[in-house]
């Protein structure tokens, strides 16, 4: 079966103040690696995927990382409308008609106070 | 562009009550997902389908149904509501398919929240 477990469950920190965020995972060959923020009352914006080991991917403040078993979101000098709760998710390898499933780690809940 | 579109953002029923929550989207995206989120946890898939007329389980199917009649909706049916349904429901739709099987990101609707009492 597969596992994401991210943490820490909530984080704040002062802006400017640099973290990351983890999320370990178990998959039965892992296809993709996706991270998504949520903020409060809407649904998962899509931010990255990674596909392997050794990749990294950078959008603004933002950059994910992976290795073979776990992925990081390292936020650099995070500003307050960085707030939100993150999301990681992963995509096991398998037949077509399995419909691109996602299994959902319980999320990361950022706060960045001005 | 409006994406993925959920209806209604909130509802309150009573415990037995039935209701469809509707979802649209207007990307062509072939395959659809249903998913729960109760508080402090992370999204579980209820249903999915790959294509119009394919539906099958997912995580936590049972209470509910689903149909899919044509590439763009994918409704979900609640019969005889229960207090443990009582959750915001998110929609998602991606682009997926054909021999490479790229695995593009799902797209989400902002959620339909939804009381039993």
């Known amino acids: 079966e597969d596992q994401v477990t991210q943490s820490p469950e909530a984080l704040r920190l002062q802006e400017g103040e640099s973290s990351s965020l983890n999320c370990s995972y178990t998959v039965s060959g892992l296809r993709g690696l996706f991270w998504y923020r949520q903020d409060p009352g809407k649904g998962p914006e899509f931010l990255f995927t990674l596909y392997s080991a050794g990749e990294e991917k950078e959008k603004e403040r933002l950059k994910a990382t992976l290795t073979k078993k776990e992925s990081f979101l390292h936020i650099t000098a995070p500003k307050p409308e960085d707030s939100a709760t993150y999301l990681c998710?992963?995509?096991?390898?398998?037949?077509?008609?399995?419909?691109?499933?996602?299994?959902f780690g319980e999320g990361t809940q950022l706060t960045v106070n001005p | 562009n409006a994406g993925v579109t959920q209806t209604p953002k909130f509802r309150i029923l009573k415990i037995g009550q039935s209701m469809t929550l509707q979802c649209t989207q207007d990307?062509?995206?072939?395959?659809m997902y249903w998913y729960r989120q109760d508080p402090g946890m992370g999204l579980k898939l209820i249903y999915y389908s790959v294509g119009a007329g394919i539906t099958d389980k997912g995580e936590v199917p049972n209470g509910y149904n689903v149909s899919r009649s044509t590439t763009e909706d994918f409704p979900l049916r609640l019969e005889l509501a229960a207090p443990s349904q009582t959750s915001v429901y998110f929609c998602?739709?991606?682009?997926?398919?054909?021999?490479?099987?790229?695995?593009?990101?799902?797209?989400f609707g902002d959620g339909t929240r939804l009381s039993i009492l």
């Open positions: 990307m062509n995206h072939n395959y």
């Open positions: 998710a992963v995509q096991a390898r398998g037949v077509e008609t399995s419909g691109s499933r996602l299994t």
């Open positions: 998602a739709s991606s682009l997926t398919g054909g021999p490479n099987y790229s695995n593009q990101p799902q797209h």
